[in-house]
């Protein structure tokens, strides 16, 4: 846990601590939305053993951050987070987080909402499952891009 806005990590993260260093002591902070996504055991009709994620340091976390920004921009949040795991994972095994604050419920849900729907498409991971068929990378879904394609953003993972 750190006070950085993204934290790409191989380390497992509490939400509960994140979430309070977030809003810390901001009387400002009327709500908090939070997203924590897992690893499924089973994804295209198949059983996955494990799920083992990639990145290039550096480079993601400057989208992650340029995404927050955007968020910032569209709705008035007074902070967001966003914590993903890389390395080899387990089927329930916490994947990422998002976390964001704001005065009222609903610009912390839709900038919530926003900053998942961004992650989908465009954070530079690369994810390999390990299904009894054999290793396998997990490829980008035609729903992910019309998820991020309503908040205007035309940016297809083709």
Not at 18 to 36: I, N, P, Q, T
């Amino acid at each position: 846990m750190s006070d950085a806005r993204v934290s790409i990590q191989t380390a497992d993260f509490d939400l509960g601590q994140e979430v309070a260093a977030l809003h810390a002591d901001d009387k400002r902070v009327g709500a908090v939305c939070s997203f924590v996504g897992t690893v499924r055991d089973r994804n295209d009709g198949s059983t996955v053993a494990s799920m083992e994620l990639e990145h290039y340091p550096g480079m993601t976390e400057k989208a992650i951050e340029a995404m927050i920004d955007e968020a910032h921009r569209r709705f008035d949040i007074l902070g967001a987070r966003v914590v993903h795991r890389v390395g080899l994972l387990q089927p329930l095994d916490q994947i990422m987080m998002v976390a964001v604050v704001s005065a009222h419920r609903g610009q912390s849900f839709q900038a919530c909402e926003f900053l998942m729907d961004y992650l989908k498409t465009q954070a530079p991971f690369w994810k390999k499952e390990r299904t009894p068929e054999g290793a396998r990378w997990v490829d980008a879904r035609v729903a992910d891009d019309a998820a991020l394609a309503r908040w205007g953003i035309d940016a297809p993972n083709a």
